[in-house]
């Protein structure tokens, strides 16, 4: 279904009922990166599933603006939660750019978080010379559109064993991104190419946390990913053995064995101290 939020109109796969678990894409994806975690997820008793696709991207409209930053996209988050009468506070589940915009959603909407679940993604800001990169590549996406970029991509969003025998997925995944709107994709890389470095906030980051890396992630590599569980006071670390960095599309099974597992086991948020 559309809902408007702000000055866009957002999709947004929204089923079952229950405790709010937020899905949140990648770069540059839609709510589509999630299907076998929406399926497998809203067949549960308890959980409601909300997979958005943000502004820009998707089906969604968008964007209005040259510059698509990670605060702008967290605080249309907390809107849509809104305008879905959501009420209580939730699992906030992002994957790289979603986990960028996680770190936002936390230090914007603290009261709306329950929990964090990061896959894939990383604290750190980009070096100078990532970010001219990304700079650069925003201006190509312009002139060339989208299918350069997204064929550059897929090596490295995927183990080996996913392209050897997931070809459908791949291509599902490919296909996403050659369908972006240039705009989008040239606003969101400025936006990433300015994000917040998260790594200081980590130690006071204290709901329960998922940190979940794919084995093979060339992107957000295991040992990177391990070092902010460990900087986190309240975070479990898992590892989806053969996967790499789309680690919940690539094997979705073991994602959701791990996700419910500690949806299930998880402390609630301890009360305010005051
Ligand atoms: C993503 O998967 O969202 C991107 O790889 C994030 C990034 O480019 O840093």
């Given at each position: ?129 990532a970010a001219q990169v990304r700079l650069q590549t925003a201006e190509e996406v312009l002139e060339q559109g989208t299918a350069h970029i997204a064929a550059s991509m897929v ?22 991104m050659v369908s972006t709107r240039p705009e989008t994709m040239a606003a969101a890389l400025r936006g990433l190419a300015e994000r917040e470095d998260f790594t200081e906030y ?73």
């Amino acid at each position: 279904m559309m809902v408007r939020v702000a000055d866009v109109d957002l999709y947004v796969v929204d089923r079952g009922s229950g405790h709010p678990v937020l899905l949140v894409h990648g770069f540059p994806l839609d709510h589509s990166m999630w299907d076998g975690t929406i399926e497998r997820l809203a067949r549960q008793d308890g959980y409601r599933v909300i997979a958005p696709d943000l502004r820009g991207f998707g089906r969604s409209s968008g964007p209005n603006q040259s510059k698509l930053t990670m605060a702008q996209l967290a605080d249309d988050l907390a809107e849509l939660l809104d305008a879905l009468k959501v009420r209580q506070p939730v699992t906030f589940c992002g994957l790289s750019m979603g986990g960028y915009i996680a770190w936002q959603f936390w230090k914007r909407h603290p009261n709306r978080l329950e929990r964090l679940v990061l896959c894939d993604t990383r604290a750190a800001a980009d070096s100078p010379e990532a970010a001219q990169v990304r700079l650069q590549t925003a201006e190509e996406v312009l002139e060339q559109g989208t299918a350069h970029i997204a064929a550059s991509m897929v090596p490295r969003l995927f183990s080996e064993r996913t392209r050897r025998e997931k070809p459908q997925l791949v291509e599902k995944i490919q296909n996403a991104m050659v369908s972006t709107r240039p705009e989008t994709m040239a606003a969101a890389l400025r936006g990433l190419a300015e994000r917040e470095d998260f790594t200081e906030y980590l130690g006071r980051i204290d709901v329960p946390s998922l940190v979940v890396c794919g084995q093979y992630d060339a992107i957000s590599p295991v040992d990177e990913m391990r070092g902010i569980a460990e900087a986190m006071p309240r975070a479990r670390f898992r590892v989806i053995e053969g996967a790499g960095h789309m680690a919940p599309a690539e094997d979705p099974e073991t994602f959701c064995r791990v996700l419910e597992e500690f949806l299930a086991t998880a402390d609630q948020r301890p009360p305010p101290s005051n």
